[in-house]
């Protein structure tokens, strides 16, 4: 399976922005996906994960709980993760995430996409 990110960027507090997954492979849409994020120093930390698109099957960080929006389709092969209300915290490099057990965490990915910057100014 490999996974690209797309629609970081740069945007001020308060802000949103929309994230994209595409997956390719043809076992894609059996794995449970996320987003981690990483900002400079730390350690990459889960964002949010998803394992069916009802709304029964989905968490979240508590930080993001509330402002972001994960979601799937499987059409399409792609997990978009919405973000509002964006603060300057959630600044760092945002990867999307494969894994075989839910929920998700790092320990369980199986499968990083490159990551893609999203930083938020002030």
């Known amino acids: 399976v490999q996974l690209v990110e797309s629609g970081g960027g740069l945007v001020q507090a308060g802000g949103s922005l929309r994230l994209s997954c595409a997956a390719s492979g043809r076992t894609a849409t059996r794995y449970v996906m996320g987003w981690f994020r990483q900002a400079p120093g730390k350690e990459r930390e889960f964002v949010a994960g998803?394992?069916?698109?009802?709304?029964?099957?989905?968490n979240y960080a508590d930080s993001v709980k509330g402002r972001f929006t994960i979601s799937r389709d499987n059409d399409k092969n792609t997990v978009y993760l919405q973000m509002s209300s964006l603060k300057v915290e959630d600044t760092g490099i945002y990867y999307c995430?494969?894994?075989?057990?839910?929920?998700?965490?790092?320990?369980?990915?199986?499968?990083w996409g490159q990551g893609t910057q999203v930083t938020v100014s002030s």
């Open positions: 995430a494969a894994a075989s057990r839910w929920p998700i965490i790092k320990q369980f990915v199986n499968y």
């Open positions: 998803i394992i069916r698109d009802d709304g029964s099957g989905t």
